[in-house]
């Protein structure tokens, strides 16, 4: 299988080289990444400068844009045969409920849903991981069941990993995103040069988190895998959206 890898921690992130050393021998790899850190990148576009690709001593591609600039660069013009799917990750840390809109990560998996397999966005539930070889077992798992029983295409499989042994996951369950409260405060601070500065401040704490969300399957210590689509649309909006706008 030609599976395109990439992430938004950057080339030569830990994550992405255990994606790599657990794949390479069974599958027809081509990595292309971010040349640096672009987390929270969200599925931004470099629009306004030209990209530029170099290549690693490794033969991994890093380019000088986003996580979704690597993945569309990759599909429509650096790679000879189009890939059967798009792998990202492994991440630094877990994408859980509200995570998805912002993540990098997951942008670079969406990028790849209109392939001839979901896309997956793999994240490690922890922002010091040591067990990234866990989560690289869990993709090897992942891929024998697509490969057996096909999902539709534009499906994009949102994984997060407990940072434990593989040996001690207590399975695997399909989950829906939880949802996280507002973000805490932006942080003020003053540069050097006497100017004032801010820091985008944490994340907000779970919200709904309760069973059957992914944050619930961390928290089990199961593999959490989401499914998720790109139609943003409310359906359940629609009829009184339309009555509101036909109102006099």
Same mark, same amino acid.
């Given at each position: 299988?030609?599976?395109?890898?990439?992430?938004?921690?950057? %080339?030569?992130?830990?994550?992405?080289?255990?994606?790599?050393?657990?794949?390479?021998?069974?599958?027809?790899?081509?990595?292309?990444?971010?040349?640096?850190?672009?987390?929270?990148?969200?599925?931004?576009?470099?629009?306004?400068?030209?990209?530029?690709?170099?290549?690693?001593?490794?033969?991994?591609? %890093?380019?000088?844009?986003?996580?979704?600039?690597?993945?569309?660069?990759?599909?429509?013009?650096?790679?000879?045969?189009?890939?059967?799917?798009?792998?990202?990750?492994?991440?630094?840390?877990?994408?859980?409920?509200?995570?998805?809109? %912002?993540?990098?990560?997951?942008?670079?998996?969406?990028?790849?849903?209109?392939?001839?397999?979901?896309?997956?966005?793999?994240?490690?539930?922890?922002?010091?991981?040591?067990?990234?070889?866990?989560?690289?077992?869990?993709?090897?798992?992942?891929?024998?069941?697509?490969?057996?029983?096909?999902?539709?295409?534009?499906?994009?499989?949102?994984?997060?990993?407990?940072?434990?042994? %593989?040996?001690?996951?207590?399975?695997?369950?399909?989950?829906?995103?939880?949802?996280?409260?507002?973000?805490?405060?932006?942080?003020?601070?003053?540069?050097?040069?006497?100017?004032?500065?801010?820091?985008?401040?944490?994340?907000?704490?779970?919200?709904?988190?309760?069973?059957?969300?992914?944050?619930?399957?961390?928290?089990?210590?199961?593999?959490?895998?989401?499914?998720?689509?790109?139609?943003?649309?409310?359906?359940?909006?629609?009829?009184?959206?339309?009555?509101?706008?036909?109102?006099?």
């Amino acid at each position: 299988m030609r599976i395109l890898l990439s992430n938004d921690d950057g %080339y030569l992130a830990p994550g992405l080289r255990a994606l790599y050393e657990a794949l390479k021998d069974t599958e027809e790899l081509t990595i292309v990444a971010p040349d640096r850190d672009h987390s929270g990148a969200s599925n931004s576009l470099t629009l306004q400068k030209p990209l530029s690709v170099r290549t690693s001593a490794d033969g991994f591609y %890093y380019v000088d844009g986003t996580p979704t600039d690597c993945v569309h660069l990759a599909i429509t013009g650096l790679m000879e045969k189009e890939p059967d799917m798009v792998i990202a990750g492994i991440n630094n840390g877990a994408n859980l409920g509200d995570d998805v809109i %912002y993540s990098g990560t997951v942008a670079a998996a969406t990028e790849g849903r209109f392939l001839g397999l979901p896309a997956m966005a793999v994240s490690m539930a922890s922002n010091d991981p040591q067990f990234y070889d866990t989560a690289a077992q869990v993709v090897r798992d992942l891929l024998v069941r697509i490969k057996e029983h096909t999902l539709p295409a534009d499906t994009i499989l949102n994984i997060n990993v407990p940072d434990i042994p %593989y040996e001690d996951l207590r399975g695997m369950q399909a989950t829906r995103l939880g949802k996280r409260h507002k973000s805490e405060s932006v942080i003020r601070q003053q540069s050097p040069y006497g100017q004032e500065i801010f820091w985008v401040g944490p994340a907000g704490q779970e919200q709904d988190a309760g069973p059957g969300t992914d944050f619930h399957a961390i928290k089990k210590h199961y593999v959490s895998v989401s499914p998720l689509e790109i139609d943003l649309t409310r359906y359940t909006a629609l009829e009184k959206v339309s009555s509101w706008l036909d109102s006099k």
